[in-house]
C-alpha cells in the first residue's frame, strides 16, 4: 500500500475553523476540533483521487496495538467508511463523550 504524506493547512467545512499544520509533522487528514474529514483519497492515504469530495463524519472509535487509537469516518454521500489516526490536537475527549451519551440512549439507560 502506497502512502503520500500531506500535512496541509484548511478551513473546515464542517465547523469552519481554520485548520493548521499537525503539530507532529504527519499527515492531517481531519479536523481536531469536530474531527469531521473530507473524503479526497480513493485508492490509498494522499492520493486525491476521489471523485466523491464530501464530508466524511466521525462515527466511532477503534484501537489498534501498532496505531493507538483511531476514528472511523463515514462519508455522508457514498458511505465509504475510513480509519484515521488520532492526532496529539484531536478534540478526543468531547467526542467520547457524544459518542458515550448516543450509545448510552441508544441502548435506553
Known sequence: MWFIMRNEEFECENCGKKISLHPESSARNHCPYCLFSKHLDDKFPGDRLSECGWMMEPIDLDYKKNKWYMIKHKCKKCGK????KLASDDNF???SKQRN????????F
Not at 467508511?81 to 484515521?84: F, K, M, V
Not at 451519551?101 to 435506553?108: F, R, S, V
Request: without cysteine; glycine residues 6%.
Open 93 to 95: 475527549l468531547d467526542f
Open 101 to 108: 451519551k448516543k450509545l448510552t440512549a441508544k441502548n435506553g
Open 81 to 84: 467508511e475510513i480509519l484515521n
